[in-house]
């Protein structure tokens, strides 16, 4: 049986683990963990999603794309129905 033992997490963009000393997040749609900069997310951004750690609201490229295409779907309902 697989060991569950303390998750080390591992960057999904260049599979390094991500360790404490990391700078780095976890998406909120897919759930993976992400190196800042394998994400290019700056360190200011960082400073302020990481000040929120209750409810972080970030998402990696691939969900961010998924969800812009979302929005956009949305917007374009939304003035529909206006
Ligand atoms: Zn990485
Ligand atoms: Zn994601």
């Known amino acids: 049986m697989p ?3 303390s998750n080390l997490n591992n960057c ?3 599979k390094k683990d991500v360790g404490s000393e990391d700078k780095a997040l ?3 749609v897919c759930e993976k963990w992400f ?3 394998c994400q290019r997310v ?3 951004d960082y400073k302020f ?3 929120s750690d209750d409810s972080i609201q970030w998402y990696c490229k691939g ?3 998924a969800s812009l295409k979302l929005f956009k779907m949305l917007t374009l ?3 529909r129905q206006d």
């Open 3 to 5: 060991p569950r033992k």
């Open 12 to 14: 999904d963009e260049c």
């Open 26 to 28: 976890v998406c909120c």
């Open 35 to 37: 190196h800042i900069n």
């Open 42 to 44: 700056t360190l200011e």
């Open 49 to 51: 999603l990481a000040k």
């Open 63 to 65: 969900c961010r794309g």
């Open 77 to 79: 309902v939304s003035k």
